[in-house]
């Protein structure tokens, strides 16, 4: 049982998660109880002072807390609820005068070599994603200037990290003059915190404006920036004990350190401290991966950001990769005109942020990006957007959906937002085409995806999630079983995926020319049985061109049953790819062009080939954007997957006559009503 006396730390959700055991709140006026192995304080904070001295003087030993290295989407000041943690039981990290428990690990060289695979990854997505200790920052947009720049950080005055490195004043001048003098071409960048600026806090560059005044070459960088992207644009980094070190050493820039921090003194550092002879002969060298694997995979604890309980590190990088990408992609303020009362119920939570800023009226009021539904909103708003300058973004459906017909007014669990064309569009590129062409999945993706595909088989989840239980018919016993599912022919995936056949007829009639001797099963589009959308096929047509119709069964059973899929462009081409059977495409879906599919037609686009996972991993994982219908904030598409693997899987029901109508109609109507009022 570890003891706690601080009300702070008491208060840190989801805390014997992190601490790996439970943990009571102590007095300071009682004596420690027996059950108190041991007591924990927060690093080396003064307030902690009492808590240590009970410790001491009870015999128990003190562990400290401190904040990760990857700590969470926001800053903690704001509020945001950590999602890393260390704990030490030597020290504390950033004190140098005496070795920590992290200088311990990092001392492991063969229990870290285990984990060089494992940190490589970590740091790629890291570095490709954006990715720091705090995750709010928007990417940095200035301009690399054509003599190049170096990158020198300031502190805020009085930093832990600064006074148990073994710096202060001198080492910050010590600093900006080094660089100055080495760096007679560059602009210098000093990166100072805006609680500086702002009037909070002092930083150690006291007469910084009065020098970048008489010298035209230091820049500084006051504004809130993602480290990873800032560090891009640099050649060098300077530094006293700030972390900004260890993410630039992440993204292999050379790194001088004017202190003493936890990354420095291994042999991967210009270390210019005054004692960094002696620091060295302590710690001796490692690798980058020594690094990163002992701080980062086995000092900090990790939570997951989904349930609450003990997680990784990847855990926690997937989950603000996604937090980021999502709220990244919807930056600035949005013009979404002319949606209907539903579309604009459903648009919203997949638009907003706590940043940005939406207007869903017709009126334009200096919006940077018009937003549009699917092609058909384009053409609608192409000329007032180009009027205005202003780009288009495309939203639809996602490829997990929802339990039950977006025409029957089911709410949408995923949509996409195409920045370049849509996804159904094979006329043009698409955002989703350009994540394809350039995937090159590491090995943590590879498992990711691999683990999705095998849950969505495992689950029967697919687009819809609706339909009855599916026997295959006793004459197809013996023959090649066909499956050929029919779709909404005004749908724009036909209008733009296709380039030769074009409806349900000719697809079914042209697969039962081709194959006389097989067993043909039609599966009529949702939509159209229900009366929403057209594309029926006479029949007497389907009589002759099929020998059965699995009208109200679901997809994926159908998908099972079959040996063959034969489609234009319907997604139950994909998930006919992850059952593991033969898919020949007559239209150019997204997932066809790739290697993956019998294709009768090309795409001049699409050159390379793919792994199944390849697809699974940009279509599902990358492409879309996923909301809980209850929380209304972005989840993962694993997320997602359980929730509608739990949902019940809605039945159609349809109907032709006019009572049918109307009692859709009215289903419609309180769907509507619920949705909106949740809004």
């Not at 055991?21 to 902690?48: H, M, Q």
């Not at 600035?332 to 009362?341: D, M």
């Not at 724009?492 to 081709?514: D, F, K, P, Q, Y």
């Not at 509608?644 to 109507?669: C, D, E, H, W």
Request: with cysteine.
């Amino acid at each position: 049982m570890i003891g706690i006396f601080s009300a702070g730390i008491q208060r840190i959700p989801h805390l014997e998660a992190f601490l790996g055991e439970p943990c009571r709140k102590l007095s300071l006026l009682r004596p420690v109880p027996d059950d108190i192995t041991r007591i924990a304080v927060w690093g080396y904070r003064p307030t902690g002072a009492k808590a240590v001295a009970l410790a001491e003087k009870s015999g128990r030993p003190v562990l400290r807390l401190e904040d990760g290295f990857i700590r969470s989407l926001g800053l903690g000041v704001s509020g945001c609820p950590p999602l890393s943690m260390v704990l030490d039981t030597q020290g504390m990290y950033y004190d140098a005068s005496q070795p920590s428990t992290l200088e311990t690990l990092i001392h492991q060289h063969e229990e870290n070599r285990l984990l060089h695979d494992d940190a490589r990854q970590a740091m790629q997505m890291i570095v490709d994603g954006d990715l720091s200790k705090y995750n709010q920052a928007p990417v940095c947009t200035l301009a690399q200037p054509e003599q190049g720049a170096v990158l020198v950080v300031d502190q805020t005055f009085g930093d832990m990290a600064v006074v148990y490195g073994n710096a202060g004043k001198e080492q910050f001048d010590n600093m900006l003059q080094a660089a100055l003098a080495e760096n007679p071409q560059s602009e210098i960048w000093v990166k100072v915190h805006p609680d500086v600026l702002s009037g909070k806090k002092a930083g150690y560059f006291t007469q910084l404006g009065e020098q970048a005044k008489q010298d035209p070459r230091i820049k500084l960088i006051a504004q809130d920036v993602s480290p990873q992207s800032l560090l891009q644009r640099v050649s060098r980094v300077y530094v006293v004990t700030s972390n900004y070190g260890f993410e630039a050493l992440i993204a292999g820039k050379p790194v001088s350190v004017f202190g003493q921090p936890w990354y420095a003194g291994w042999g991967l550092t210009d270390d210019r401290h005054a004692l960094a002879a002696e620091l060295r002969v302590r710690r001796g060298n490692a690798s980058i991966e020594d690094l990163f694997g002992a701080a980062c995979l086995r000092y900090s604890r990790y939570l997951n950001p989904v349930n609450g309980q003990a997680g990784t590190l990847f855990d926690v990088l997937n989950w603000l990769l996604m937090q980021r990408q999502h709220h990244q992609q919807r930056t600035g303020r949005l013009w979404s005109p002319g949606l209907t009362l539903w579309k604009r119920s459903i648009l919203a939570p997949f638009l907003r942020t706590k940043t940005n800023k939406v207007n869903f009226s017709k009126r334009h009021a200096g919006e940077s990006a018009c937003v549009v539904w699917g092609t058909k909103g384009e053409r609608r708003w192409h000329e007032d957007a180009q009027r205005k300058r202003l780009p288009q973004w495309r939203m639809e459906d996602g490829f997990l959906r929802s339990a039950g017909l977006g025409s029957d007014l089911h709410p949408p669990l995923s949509l996409v937002l195409d920045k370049t064309g849509i996804y159904y569009d094979a006329t043009r590129p698409s955002d989703l085409e350009t994540l394809l062409s350039a995937s090159r999945l590491t090995g943590f993706q590879q498992q990711r995806a691999t683990r999705l595909r095998q849950r969505l088989v495992a689950s029967k989840v697919s687009k819809y999630n609706l339909g009855a239980a599916f026997t295959l018919p006793a004459g197809a016993s013996g023959k090649t079983v066909i499956l050929v599912p029919g779709q909404v022919e005004d749908d724009a995936s036909i209008l733009t995926g296709t380039m030769g056949l074009r409806t349900n007829g000719e697809l079914l009639r042209t697969v039962r020319e081709r194959h006389p001797d097989a067993y043909i099963i039609y599966k009529p589009h949702p939509d159209v049985l229900v009366g929403n959308r057209q594309g029926n096929i006479p029949a007497e047509d389907v009589s002759r061109w099929a020998d059965s119709q699995a009208l109200d069964a679901d997809i994926i059973q159908c998908i099972q049953a079959a040996d063959e899929l034969h489609t234009l462009t319907s997604l139950s081409g994909f998930e006919a790819l992850l059952h593991g059977k033969k898919v020949v495409c007559y239209g150019m879906p997204f997932y066809a062009g790739w290697g993956l599919t019998h294709d009768e037609h090309t795409c001049s686009r699409r050159t390379r080939s793919l792994t199944l996972d390849d697809v699974v991993y940009q279509a599902l994982i990358a492409y879309p954007s996923y909301i809980d219908p209850h929380s209304r904030e972005p989840i993962l598409a694993e997320q997602a997957v359980e929730l509608l693997a739990a949902t019940p899987r809605a039945q159609m029901q349809f109907s032709k006559i006019k009572a049918g109508r109307i009692v859709r109609y009215y289903r419609k109507l309180l769907m509507l009503i619920r949705v909106t009022l949740t809004t």
